[in-house]
Each structure stands twice: as structure tokens, then as C-alpha cells.
């Protein structure tokens, strides 16, 4: 079972790992404390029998079998065997949660793609994340057992709101010896290519997009079911669990203490506990517990289109069944963070005019991006400077949003009803050097007064006279002024 424990370890305290050591939830007392009971209740029971009830000369023959068993179980290759099955199944694990399929990107790419205010537009939205909905929840409940007991049977799916009862229809006339969570994923398609067709969808790069989506969401699911139709190949796993049991069966009698008075080579101490076996018995017995745990009809035939059991319905959440009612009463995690309380006094902003004596001793930060944008040309009751980024910035909105025409941009506005005057907001570029001379101004003939939607194509007899108006898909040309400038 998987515990975030990451909060608990976010400070580097003195004792902080050690108190993971204690947490019984999750852990490795847990998973293998029955069967740690019972190896150490067959060693002890033995111990007691080579102690108190073999006989003198019944003795011997037990230390000879306890020196054999202790001389041949370190030939089982435990290490090297486990060794590659957990790695195997350790991320098996991993990529079957990668698989998990999460509707995120296709919600997007449906709220980007699907047009419409109306209802038939929403509709449409909330149809095809139900489709996503529904696809996710056949497959889950065909592979979990905590799924499958929050919707057993399709009846429960149907009232929870993730089918009606005509695409339930639908779904059982299609007669298919596998498993059909892709049916909801073949009307999704279909009725996104109904939504292109009714210009929902406005271009076909949009509709590719979406399609992507599904099929990336579609593959997800797939994956699931084979992660959970081809399993670890049972030789393999075979064959792990036999040479840890039997290394642990051989570990029973060769690791039995033996009397230090006969001299036998490396039973110089009577411990009575093996507690160094008993390490190895957590090391691999939990390595191996852990790793067992871990492992063209339908073409364009979609359901009727209509409202589902949600669709007036603020916070949509599924019905439970008595055997996960206790899930509504878990809190969902939401970051490693979220429980960590700071003081009051530590939560308050502080100025950074108050900060400057604390901070003035430190070290400067190169690169500020803050001092990089309001420096250079600033001052008090000045705002940025033409030299800053967001002085070129604002200067050139200004330019964009004012009627300058590219001929006067440094010799002063032409429209006379504008009341623009260039000695109270200065030019919107530097001015020229007193050596250049100032460029002439263009004839009151030529002058076009210009709006803000109003773009003029120049051509080498002036500007056109009936000027185009600017196409919504063309870019600001406020990106090539700022090349020019810098």
C-alpha cells in the first residue's frame, strides 16, 4: 500500500527518519509480522528441542545437520534472483500508474475546441466528457477491486450518471467476447466529427488535436487492461518464491545456535535469537510480499444526445455503495504542504522599505529582474524610462493606440483635432542627435487620418487612399517595432 510520508521528513530534524521507522500504516511490520511469528516461533521451537530434549547422543547428529544446512544455503542465488524480480515488478508498478488515465488533457482540449453558448453547445462538452468518464470507469472497475466495489454492476453505473439508459441499450447490442470499455471512446469520436460538421469545431487542426487526445486517453485505458491480462510469466515468479522460502527453510536449522563448549567452527556465542537471520527475513521476505502485490459496426451509430443526471448540478460527485461509504469521510490529498501552519506573525507581508537595512549587509542578487525593468531613467513621480523594458513597452502601445503616422513619428502629430502635444509626453522614440537632420514632414495631402482598427499598407506612391481594415488573424505589428528598436 502506498503512504506519502513526504511531510513528515520535509525538515531534516535529528530523529526525523527515525520516527518512519515506527509508522505501522504502510509498513514492513504489517506486511510480514504473521510470518515473521511463525519463523521465529519454528526456530525457538528447535532451539528448545536440540536444548531440553535430544539426548546426548542424539545431539551430534542434529549439530552435523545444522553445520550442512548452514554450508549449503548461501548456494541459493536469493539476491541475484530477487534482485531482478523486484526490479522487474517495481516498475511494472510505476508504468501501470503512468497509465493511469487521467481526462485532464482531453478536458482542455474539449473546452479549447468545442465552441457554443447555447445548450446544444454544452451539450456537446459535457457529453464527450462523459463519454471520457464512462471509458475510464469500465476499464478501472474490470482491473480494481476498490472500482468495482463502487460500481458493481452496470445498473450502478447507469444511476450514478455516467450512462443513460439508451447508451446502456447501445452498449449491450454490440455482442464482443472482450472487454468494451472502447465503446464510449468510438462515440465520442463520432460525436466529435458530428460537432465538426455543425462547425462546433471550427477547423480540422482543431479536430486533429482533440482526436490525438482521445487516442492518447484511449491508449492509457488500453494499457491497464493489458497490464492486467498479461501478468509476470508464472515461471519467474516460480521460481523467486521457492528460493527464498527454501533459503529460509535451510536458515531454519543452520542458523540454530549451537553448544561453544564442543568447539564447532563459528558457534563460539549463544544468542538464542538469531537476530541477523531475522534481518534477512525482512529484507527478502519483503522484497517478495511487496513485489507480489504490486503485479467497423459502430461506425457513425451514436446514442440519442441528451441532458445527463448532472447537468443543473453545482459540485457532481458519484454515488458510493456501503462498501466504500467510509471513502467519503478520507480527505483527498492535496500536497505535501498543505498541513504545515505558520505563525501569524510569520504570514504578513513585509515592505520592502523596511527590508532594505536587513537585506543591505547581504549580498546583491544579479540579474533582478524587477531592478532590470523599473531602472535606468526613473525616478520619483517619473515612471519607467524609455530605456527600460517596460518603458519600450508602454511606448510602444502608446504608439500602436495613438493616430501617428509612421511619417511623423518624431515630428509631431498630425491630426489636428487630437489635441496631441509632443512637449507634454515627449517622443515616442529617442529623438534624433542635433547633427541629424530631422526628416521632412510629409504633405497635408498626403495625410490619412487613421482608427485604431485601420491598417495601411505603404506602397512607393504613398499610402493607399481606402485603407484595408486589419484581419483578426494577423500578429500585432507591435513585435517587429520592438525589433527595430532594440
Known amino acids: 500500500m502506498t503512504v506519502t510520508y513526504t511531510a513528515r521528513v520535509a525538515n531534516a530534524r535529528f530523529g526525523g527518519f527515525s520516527k518512519l521507522l515506527l509508522l505501522w500504516r504502510g509498513s514492513i511490520y504489517k506486511l510480514l509480522y504473521r510470518e515473521v511469528l511463525v519463523f521465529l516461533g519454528g526456530y525457538l521451537a528447535l532451539s528448545i528441542i536440540y536444548r531440553f530434549i535430544l539426548t546426548d547422543a542424539q545431539r551430534p547428529y542434529f549439530e552435523k545437520l545444522v553445520m550442512y544446512c548452514d554450508q549449503y544455503a548461501n548456494l541459493i542465488p536469493v539476491s541475484f ?8 515488478v517495481v516498475n511494472r508498478w510505476w508504468s501501470q500508474y503512468t497509465s493511469m488515465p487521467l481526462p485532464d488533457a482531453l478536458m482542455c482540449a474539449i473546452s479549447g475546441s468545442v465552441h457554443g453558448r447555447d ?26 477491486t476498490a472500482v468495482f466495489k ?3 454492476t452496470m445498473d450502478h453505473v447507469v444511476e450514478a450518471g455516467f450512462m443513460t439508459r439508451e447508451e446502456r441499450k447501445k452498449y449491450e447490442s454490440l455482442n464482443s467476447s472482450y472487454n468494451k470499455y472502447w465503446i464510449p471512446c468510438v462515440w465520442f469520436a463520432n460525436l466529435a466529427a458530428q460537432a465538426r460538421k455543425e462547425g462546433r469545431i471550427r477547423d480540422s487542426s482543431t479536430f486533429k488535436l482533440l482526436m490525438e487526445r482521445l487516442d492518447q486517453f484511449r491508449a492509457k485505458c488500453g494499457m491497464l487492461f493489458h497490464y492486467d491480462w498479461i501478468s509476470v510469466p508464472l515461471v519467474y515468479t516460480q521460481v523467486v518464491t521457492i528460493a527464498v522460502y527454501s533459503f529460509f527453510l535451510a536458515c531454519l536449522i543452520g542458523r540454530q545456535f549451537l553448544d561453544p563448549t564442543k568447539g564447532y567452527k563459528n558457534h563460539d556465542m549463544d544468542l538464542c535469537v538469531p537476530v541477523f537471520t531475522l534481518l534477512q527475513f525482512f529484507f527478502y521476505v519483503g522484497w517478495l510480499k511487496v513485489s507480489m502485490l504490486a503485479v467497423d459496426e459502430m461506425y457513425d451509430d451514436l446514442p440519442l444526445l441528451e441532458k445527463d443526471l448532472y447537468w443543473d448540478a453545482a459540485d457532481a460527485r ?3 455503495t456501503a462498501a ?25 507581508f ?9 537585506l543591505g549587509d547581504g549580498p546583491s542578487v544579479p540579474g533582478d529582474f524587477l531592478h532590470r525593468l523599473l531602472a535606468g531613467g526613473s525616478g520619483p513621480g517619473l515612471g519607467p524610462g524609455p530605456s527600460t523594458i517596460l518603458g519600450r513597452r508602454l511606448s510602444l502601445l502608446r504608439r500602436k493606440n495613438s493616430c501617428v503616422s509612421e511619417a511623423s513619428t518624431t515630428a509631431g502629430c498630425p491630426c489636428p483635432d487630437c489635441g496631441h502635444d509632443d512637449s507634454a509626453t515627449g517622443p515616442l522614440l529617442d529623438p534624433p542627435s542635433d547633427t541629424e537632420p530631422a526628416p521632412p514632414t510629409a504633405p497635408a495631402s498626403s495625410l490619412v487620418e487613421l482608427s485604431p482598427s485601420v491598417v495601411v499598407a505603404p506602397t512607393a506612391r504613398g499610402p493607399t487612399p481606402n485603407p484595408a481594415p486589419l484581419p483578426p488573424w494577423l500578429p500585432s505589428p507591435i513585435g517587429e517595432e520592438e525589433e527595430s528598436l532594440t
Not at 445548450?119 to 480494481?144: D, F, P
Not at 513585509?350 to 536587513?358: A, D, I, S
Open 150 to 152: 463502487r460500481f458493481p
Open 81 to 88: 534472483v530477487l534482485g531482478f524480480y523486484v526490479t522487474l
Open 318 to 320: 458519484a454515488p458510493y
Open 350 to 358: 513585509q515592505r520592502l522599505e523596511g527590508m532594505e537595512g536587513q
Open 119 to 144: 445548450e446544444r453547445g454544452r451539450m456537446y462538452r459535457r457529453t464527450l466528457m462523459r463519454y471520457a468518464g464512462l471509458s475510464a470507469v469500465l476499464i478501472l472497475r474490470s482491473v480494481s
Open 324 to 348: 466504500t461509504a467510509f471513502m467519503m469521510h478520507q480527505p483527498s490529498f492535496q500536497g505535501s504542504t498543505f498541513d504545515i501552519t505558520l505563525a501569524k506573525e510569520d504570514m504578513q
